[in-house]
T-cell receptor, first 117, second 113 residues
Framework: DTGVSQDPRHKITKRGQNVTFRCDPI?????LYWYRQTLGQGPEFLTY????????KSRLLSDRFSAERPKGSFSTLEIQRTEQGDSAMYLC???????????????FGEGSWLTVV | KQEVTQIPAALSVPEGENLVLNCSFT??????LQWFRQDPGKGLTSLLL?????REQTSGRLNASLDKSSGRSTLYIAASQPGDSATYLC????????????FGGGTRVLVKP
């Protein structure tokens, strides 16, 4: 257990429905990241926050995706009007500060599996 | 575009054999490189992190080397055990890519008893 919690761990939804995932980072970590991983591939970056500010978003984060971190603690990732191509594992990670600085390791959660049927 | 590649995609070895996993990256300007283990359906467990100023890191049976000039990192696992069966991912923190990790596609390892 890395200390990064994600909920729910698994979600099956019908195409067109909205889904929301929650991530609770390690408590003192001010950086929070979202990645997406499809079967047989490595994780791909979606977005990251420093405290409550969303500082970077990937092109992968279409208009149907929105991420928030309202109080600089937990974060939510919402997918609207889900499509079958959204089926993947959504990974959350956190770090104390910029990972460029030695010692600020990025820790990953167990992931949230999404299946869109 | 910065890329991280892991070849082969899958590897099968008999128990006791040493494992050698390869990772290559196109942009040698990195802050660090990290190796992760991922069990089926699970998240990522960090194994070793090598800073750009380091040449290698060791933890128990694991040893990771870094050669920035050739854009390569290698993870060695000595005396493999069936419990080492998992997918191993490398990820580079590339300077030009900002604050995000760039992952390889992973190598799926099976250690046969």
């Amino acid at each position: 257990d890395t200390g990064v919690s994600q909920d729910p761990r698994h979600k099956i939804t019908k195409r067109g429905q909205n889904v929301t995932f929650r991530c609770d980072p390690i408590s003192e970590h001010n950086r929070l990241y979202w990645y997406r991983q499809t079967l047989g591939q490595g994780p791909e970056f979606l977005t990251y926050f420093q405290n409550e500010a969303q500082l970077e978003k990937s092109r992968l984060l279409s208009d149907r995706f929105s991420a928030e971190r309202p109080k600089g603690s937990f974060s939510t990732l919402e997918i609207q009007r889900t499509e079958q191509g959204d089926s993947a594992m959504y990974l959350c990670a956190s770090s104390l500060a910029t990972p460029r600085v030695p010692g600020n390791t990025i820790y990953f959660g167990e992931g949230s599996w999404l299946t869109v049927v | 575009k910065q890329e991280v590649t892991q070849i082969p995609a899958a590897l099968s070895v008999p128990e006791g054999e040493n494992l050698v996993l390869n990772c290559s990256f196109t942009d040698s300007a990195i802050y660090n490189l990290q190796w992760f283990r991922q069990d089926p359906g699970k998240g990522l467990t960090s194994l070793l992190l090598i800073q750009s100023s380091q040449r290698e890191q060791t933890s128990g049976r694991l040893n990771a080397s870094l050669d920035k000039s050739s854009g390569r990192s290698t993870l060695y696992i000595a005396a493999s055990q069936p419990g080492d069966s998992a997918t191993y991912l490398c990820a580079a923190l590339i300077k030009a890519a900002g604050n995000k990790l760039t992952f390889g596609g992973g190598t799926r390892v099976l250690v046969k008893p």
